[in-house]
């Protein structure tokens, strides 16, 4: 081979070591922020306030995580120039840590959440739905960065097109609040924070269903934010 | 001039109008999620659910704009290559418009809030801070797209400071809400709507300071996301 080859191929493993290694760090943070969530249900659900309380702590670790992420992005599109799929790749774990950073916001909310209630000494008064939702977020959230890590544009897929169960439970859960507050006043307090908590647990499927989005757009190059679901199916080969 | 200087001369200004073409691009954008925030108050303000279906259905517009935006940057960094600060400006473009669409997002839901509202036959219940939070954010928000315009750093830190006004308005608006509800529950519906509304204008608040911060990122190459701001203006220059 000649020594311009080996330099070529050299350059070219040191490439893909820095995509992978940008990737797992992405892959990383989104361990840490899914921690983050089931810490801040837990908390809530127990009326924790020590455990809430770190929760909200160890939200700037997870911004640092985001800002780190980001300069090694800028850092390889500065020097490497990527093209096509590696620069796809690129652009998605830079949009992924936003919504990563934006998930733990949430848990924060959560969190503080959490503390208002222990104080409101009342218990969350849609726990069955508080949990539910929250299952199914935790498992959205784990399911997209699964997707990311395996490439699989399919599952991704499935995880974009899933959240009519939390919106059933979210119409649950609100109906049943409203006539809390409606037959007992002094529960309206402590109702008004359980909405909050759900309304950031909807928020964090959302960010889970477009961590989704990102991994169809890297894999396939076909960018399904805001597509016909179906039509974007039929883009996909079959697996 | 040697030809070779002038073939030069010739792409870079090419690149530097792809560059403009795509920051006005995104500004147009900008002022296009701008009238939706302010139509979607006024449909709520009015109680007209004719101008609130309105709202909704542009919204697909503004989902086609960011994907257009998208594709476009994706197009300079694959062709052009470009660097350090030409680099951080499509970057910055890039993250603007996210959150762009995302306060389109919430104009929607505004939208949909207004035209519950107007079935609940109920006014908006929080109407003064509901105005107020409004005209603060549509401030917000004009001000971080000129300070985009303008590359003006100063500007733009100052609104990635103020949110204070929101807080104190949300504040004085959540109370009045818990109390009507408390006092009357047949208000309760009406309430709940206008809590969502309150919580959308906060986000939308939300997504213009963070369009102010990829300013400084973009001017300054500061990232001051999660950053003290106090320490971020010692490291800025007197203009």
Redesign the interface.
Known sequence: MAEQDLHRQHISGQFNQELETATAHMLEMGGVVEKQVLAAVAALLELDSGDAQAVIESD?AI??M??DI??EC?RI??RR?P??SD??LV?AI??VI?DLERIGDESSRIARQAIALSEQAEDDLARPWTQKIATIVAEMLRGALDAFARRDAQAALALARGDEEIDANMAGA?TAL?DT???D?EA??AC?TT??VL?SLERIGDHARNIAEYVIYMVEGV?V??AELEAVLDLLPER
Chains 1, 2 share one sequence.
């Open positions: 700037r911004n640092a985001e800002l980001d300069d800028f599109l500065a120039q093209a096509a620069l796809r652009l830079g949009k936003i609100m409203a507050m409606r037959s006043p309206v307090e008004i909405m909050w309304r960018d934010r805001h």
